[in-house]
């Protein structure tokens, strides 16, 4: 492999629908800034049916062109026909970094397209970075328990790759009216020729906590101890019409159910304000939570990680502080006829 003929950062553009999955925007804006660093196009990938309505939103994201293949048989996602179609895009056009959004469909395909050109992948990136002066990709992402941060390298094999959770990276503000090139391609698959058939689409309509888009979470670590402990906190975020959220530890206790947990291992957010309620701060839970906008730490210990994220610490017991933040908050609230929402 001649991996200096491999140039320009590709996104994978998940879409459901003819709409453009968050993520994707995200990593268009993450993307962006690796193609600036290294003076080549952002190019988005695109595949589905009846799409042709989605490359002019890419471009007011920042992409400079969009590869995109408009065939029936893309219409639904199945593993064999979008492998087979971005493989065959990255051995034309040879990307030298390919980004998708760690959801189910964007891991699947990104695992089956790291086999399929024989490149390598690293997942549940964090961070993204270029060393310029060996045009390498460095994914970051949190191991051994969360304890490190590990740099990963892909340095014989082209495209470099990475999968990223939702709300690590931020979209840029789009501009109106930007343009761009668009390329379109065909795929060779026959409906006849698959393994694989779309009977029926199951829809989940049960309710479950949207974390992702809460604008205050008020969050449980290790420190609320117990039932009582964890009462505390939901009655905080009640006070304040927040949604509760969890680490690890308190998931495990038994405290919550795993739709709460927050980082590595559960949800990724980017609230207005979150309350980091007896959490030590391991890189495994900040990397869920350190881009929301104002971050509110209480913890006993003043060397508590949390501390190094948070932009407000308060050194003490949750025991005495949650109590007296309750009362307070009851009484501005009430001053202000009680809209919640805008505490």
């Not at 990223?164 to 931020?170: H, N, T």
């Not at 604008?215 to 420190?223: F, L, R």
């Amino acid at each position: 492999m001649n991996i200096e003929e491999y140039k320009g950062v590709w996104v994978f553009i998940e879409q459901i629908e003819g709409n453009v999955v968050g993520v994707s925007l995200e990593l268009l804006g993450a993307g962006r800034a690796l193609a600036d660093k290294l003076g080549v196009d952002l190019c988005g990938v695109l595949l589905g049916h009846n799409i042709r309505e989605i490359p002019s939103q890419l471009f007011e994201y920042g992409a400079d062109k969009v590869y995109m293949i408009d065939d029936p048989i893309l219409d639904k996602y199945r593993s064999e026909t979008h492998m087979t179609a971005v493989g065959d895009l990255v051995r034309k056009y040879k990307p030298e970094i390919f980004l998708y959004g760690a959801t189910a469909n964007g891991k699947d395909l990104a695992s089956a397209v790291a086999t399929e050109v024989m490149t390598g992948l690293t997942a549940d990136t964090t961070m993204l970075d270029i060393d310029l002066d060996k045009r390498l990709f460095e994914a970051s992402r949190p191991a051994f328990g969360g304890n490190i941060m590990a740099t990963i390298l892909c340095k014989k094999h082209r495209p470099q790759m990475a999968t990223v959770r939702s709300k690590v990276m931020k979209a840029l503000e789009p501009q109106p009216g930007r343009t761009g090139e668009v390329i379109e391609e065909t795929i060779t698959l026959k409906e006849e020729d698959l393994k694989t058939k779309v009977l029926q689409i199951v829809r989940d309509t049960s309710k479950k906590v949207n974390l992702a888009d809460a604008e205050i979470i008020v969050a449980a670590g290790k420190g609320v101890k117990d039932a009582n402990g964890f009462k505390l906190v939901s009655d905080l975020a009640d006070v304040l019409n927040a949604t509760v959220g969890a680490s690890r530890d308190v998931v495990e206790a038994g405290l919550i159910g795993h739709d709460y947990q927050i980082g590595q291992t559960g949800e990724t957010v980017t609230p207005k304000l979150y309350f980091a309620i007896g959490i030590s701060g391991a890189v495994q839970h900040v990397v869920g939570m350190n881009n929301s906008e104002t971050i509110v730490a209480i913890n006993t210990d003043p060397e508590a990680q949390i501390f190094n994220a948070a932009h407000y610490g308060i050194v003490g017991d949750l025991f005495e502080i949650v109590p007296m933040l309750i009362e307070e908050f009851k009484a501005a609230l009430k001053e202000v006829g009680g809209v919640k929402a805008h505490v």
